[in-house]
């Protein structure tokens, strides 16, 4: 995949990778050329899911959709939560439907008529979403596991510290900690709420003593196995250092269940992503604060990140989840 993820613009004010809209897929021409002249040339074609994968639209209290994979169910079920960016971590969801799970990604913020900052978030939302998962008939009920990314790994882990049919949590870049609202002006300095209280959240980005022990997240009331996947130049956040308490912290509490911690020494934030995409990018800024954010790694580190630990993923969930 050398030839993808180090690609470069050639055009000017590009700054970073878009792939094409909705969920067509990815084309690539290839030429080979010699002595300036083209010789012979190939196209690749990137499928953003597999073929008969469906989606199916939620309405009502639940706000996102159900990726399904073309044969008949039941499967095994991940809820998929993105990160700060907001909106519906659709893409992800696609990839697990493509390898036999039922994946329903779900929108928190910043998606249609939901709060448009991650702030006051109630986890009685996602709880409803776990128990309307254990109750559709394309889902096997009692094999449901939690996915997150970022801000979506700190919830995911916390989701299934709190909900004891969790079989398995993934979480990308995750957070030993709680933290506080985000990212822009924020009426409310907390981001979640249980009960109608706000949850106790770290002070800063990367805390320490008893601002962590404090907002530390309960990880050994987890019932099912822990994958935490981390790369060691994320500059959003010390992941790594946060995935090493974790890991920590449950062999302290003698967890039962699996827990696998793969990390990356050159990725940055984004390690692991299962895609692989042109990696160059130029300045960017967060979605939502618009400010400018530093993901960390490098094009390579960030790549074979995602190409080493897409598989190991897969045969996690399928060692949790009985998956076909």
């Given at each position: 995949m050398g030839p993808i993820w180090s690609m470069t613009p050639v055009a000017k004010g590009v700054t970073v990778y878009r792939p094409p809209q909705g969920f067509a897929p990815q084309r690539i021409d290839f030429q080979l050329m010699r002595d300036g002249k083209p010789i012979a040339a190939a196209?690749?074609?990137?499928?953003?899911?597999a073929a008969g994968v469906h989606e199916v639209k939620l309405t009502g209290q639940l706000h996102g959709a159900l990726f399904l994979p073309a044969d008949s169910g039941p499967h095994p079920?991940?809820?998929?939560?993105?990160?700060?960016?907001?909106?519906?971590?659709?893409?992800?969801?696609?990839?697990?439907?493509?390898?036999?799970?039922?994946?329903?990604?779900?929108?928190?913020?910043?998606?249609?008529?939901?709060?448009?900052?991650?702030?006051?978030?109630?986890?009685?939302?996602?709880?409803?979403?776990?128990?309307?998962?254990?109750?559709?008939?394309?889902?096997?009920?009692?094999?449901?596991?939690?996915?997150g990314v970022s801000r979506g790994a700190e919830l995911a882990l916390q989701l299934g510290s709190m909900y004891p049919k969790t079989k398995a949590v993934v979480a990308y870049a995750p957070a030993s900690v709680l933290h506080r609202a985000c990212c822009g002006q924020n009426r409310v300095p907390f981001a979640w709420t249980w009960n109608g209280a706000p949850l106790v959240f770290a002070s800063g980005l990367n805390p320490s003593g008893s601002d962590a022990l404090a907002a530390a997240i309960r990880v050994e009331n987890t019932r099912g196995s822990i994958l935490l996947v981390d790369g060691g130049q994320d500059h959003i956040w010390d992941s790594s250092g946060m995935a090493k308490a974790i890991v920590d912290r449950l062999k302290h509490a003698h967890f039962g269940p699996e827990v696998e911690n793969f990390t990356y020494p050159h990725a940055g934030?984004?390690?692991?992503?299962?895609?692989?995409?042109?990696?160059?990018?130029?300045?960017?800024?967060?979605?939502?604060?618009?400010?400018?954010?530093?993901?960390g790694g490098t094009p390579e580190g960030n790549a074979l990140s995602s190409i080493d630990a897409s598989p190991k993923v897969l045969d996690f969930l399928r060692r949790n989840l009985a998956s076909r």
């Open positions: 196209q690749l074609e990137q499928e953003t899911f079920g991940l809820l998929v939560l993105g990160g700060s960016e907001g909106g519906l971590p659709a893409r992800r969801a696609a990839w697990l439907a493509s390898h036999g799970y039922a994946a329903l990604a779900l929108a928190y913020f910043r998606y249609e008529n939901l709060p448009p900052q991650l702030e006051a978030i109630p986890l009685e939302y996602f709880l409803q979403a776990l128990e309307w998962m254990q109750g559709r008939p394309e889902i096997s009920s009692g094999q449901i596991a939690i996915m934030h984004i390690a692991g992503r299962p895609e692989i995409i042109p990696e160059w990018h130029g300045a960017l800024r967060h979605p939502v604060s618009g400010r400018p954010t530093d993901y």
